[in-house]
């Protein structure tokens, strides 16, 4: 049977760095309550001219260059985002226009900061039932700048935009996408949301003056769900998979809150792991801060083939997704930093 596996990472961030002074006033709040709280210094924010789109295609053109693929290999062009360009048609087939991905199918995935995760085995299941043979995108990409309440100090500093992607395709027997692990609390689905702009309650004059249109969370809430879900998610992911956790040499989590990752990491036993951070410089990028910060990873030559990483999203929905990487060197350009900022693909 052939392995799925990733066989390269790319990004990209806006050029505009927003440092906590500019967010501290509007929010209430100090620039060093907001490190304290957070572990966030800084946050990227994308242009005016930006959409979703726009960050995710020049993701996915810098992760396909460094595959060696060209836009006309991609058979599946695949987004997770919950900022998406427009209500409809789906940000992927967008992406996939901009790219030049013509004969790829493209679709979106939204299970908010999860996405990624999920839209990464869903796509791999794709590949391999195809036999193998073909190459998938898979686009994480949030802009949470458009839909925030810059008065709410819970989540005006905490987010920032970009965008990150890996590429799929075959690799060789024992590398590749080991398992994954998927799971859902809908019964606990108002944690965090936005409450206005779908068919629930569509946007209207009274939405916009109530502020319905804005990104709410229930901070305390969504710690205790990750504090009670993601240690017995990563476990039974281990126990499926026949992996001891010092097995594991990387951890990639979702960048939900520095703080918060700094007092969940050492429940989950994994000792050996060595956990990626890039919450402080990016702050909480939904389901683009696993592919942000694993293109940094590999990009500054952590990861080498042979590597066991575990990836681990977990919010809205609530939900929580968790996968094994066995990394592969097939296909694979040796490390080179990102390239520079450059305009989005418009």
């Known amino acids: ?43 990227r924010r994308a242009a005016t001219h930006e959409a979703s789109s726009d960050l995710a295609a020049t993701a996915a053109l810098r992760a396909l260059d460094q595959a060696g693929l060209s836009p006309a290999q991609v058979d599946y062009v695949v987004v997770a985002t919950s900022t998406p360009d427009h209500p409809q048609p789906a940000t992927a087939s967008i992406v996939q226009h901009l790219i030049g991905a013509e004969s790829a199918g493209a679709f979106d995935m939204n299970a908010v900061c999860s996405g990624f995760v999920y839209a990464l085995m869903v796509t791999e299941r794709l590949l391999r039932g195809d036999g193998g043979g073909g190459y998938g995108v898979v686009v994480g990409v949030d802009i949470y700048s458009r839909i925030l309440d810059y008065s709410d100090r819970r989540t005006a500093a905490l987010f920032g935009d970009g965008a990150g992607a890996v590429v799929l395709g075959p690799v060789s027997n024992g590398a590749g996408l080991a398992d994954a692990l998927l799971m859902s609390r809908g019964d606990l689905h108002s944690l965090i949301q936005v409450p206005a702009g779908g068919s629930r309650l569509p946007a209207s004059e009274s939405t916009l003056e109530q502020g319905r249109h ?39 989590p979702h960048q939900a809150n520095g703080a918060m990752l ?59 997704g968790a996968s094994l990487v066995r990394w592969t060197s097939a296909r694979q ?10 305009q989005s693909v418009a």
């Open 214 to 252: 804005f990104f709410t969370m229930d901070g305390r809430g969504v710690r205790d769900f990750v504090r009670e879900q993601l240690p017995g998610a990563v476990r039974e992911l281990l126990r499926r998979g026949r992996v001891r956790a010092d097995e594991v040499r990387h951890f990639i």
């Open 262 to 320: 700094a007092d969940l990491v050492p429940t989950l036993g994994l000792t050996a792991a060595h956990t990626h951070l890039t919450v402080d410089r990016y702050g909480n990028t939904g389901a683009a801060s696993i592919p942000i910060t694993l293109d940094a990873a590999y990009r500054r030559g952590s990861i080498g083939p042979g590597d066991l990483v575990l990836l681990a999203g977990f919010g809205g929905g609530m939900s929580v």
């Open 1 to 43: 049977m052939v392995c799925i596996g990733i066989l390269s990472t790319g990004s990209y961030l806006p050029a505009r760095v927003v440092g906590n002074d500019e967010i501290a006033g509007s929010a209430g709040v100090s620039a060093e309550w907001i490190v304290r709280k957070t572990g966030i210094a800084e946050r």
């Open 333 to 342: 350009s040796p490390p080179v930093p990102a390239p520079a900022i450059a």
